[in-house]
Nanobody, 119 residues
Framework: QVQLVESGGGLVQAGGSLRLSCAAS????????MAWYRQAPGKQRDLVAT???????NYADSVKGRFTISRDNAKNMVYLQMNGLKPEDTAVYYC?????????????WGKGTLVTVSS
């Protein structure tokens, strides 16, 4: 089995920064694309950023220029550096990974970490 565990959420004032981390643990797997999603209260879960195993990145328009996704393949970790935070960035942030295991591809999710941005 594979587990994803996020950390780094919290309360921050508008204009501040936070760095989220997500660690993947388990045995016998290879991680392909990793991503961060977020879900604000009463809204659907939206894609924030993705990063391939080769390091190619993609961002939602709403976070371009403010957020940076990165990963450490040796440690099976993905990060989200969030700068210039706005109240509308308030959400539960979820780590997602496309993982190759037992000759199949699987989608895994973390349980989420809450980010609250005060105005």
């Amino acid at each position: 089995q594979v587990q994803l565990v996020e950390s780094g959420g919290g309360l921050v004032q508008a204009g501040g920064s936070l760095r989220l981390s997500c660690a993947a643990s388990g045995t016998g797997f290879t991680i392909n694309t990793m991503a961060w999603y977020r879900q604000a209260p009463g809204k659907q879960r939206d894609l924030v950023a993705t990063i391939t195993s080769g390091g190619s990145t993609n961002y939602a328009d709403s976070v371009k220029g403010r957020f940076t996704i990165s990963r450490d393949n040796a440690k099976n970790m993905v990060y989200l550096q969030m700068n210039g935070l706005k109240p509308e960035d308030t959400a539960v942030y979820y780590c997602n990974a496309n993982i190759r295991r037992l000759s199949s591809n699987w989608q895994y999710w973390g349980k989420g970490t809450l980010v609250t941005v005060s105005s």
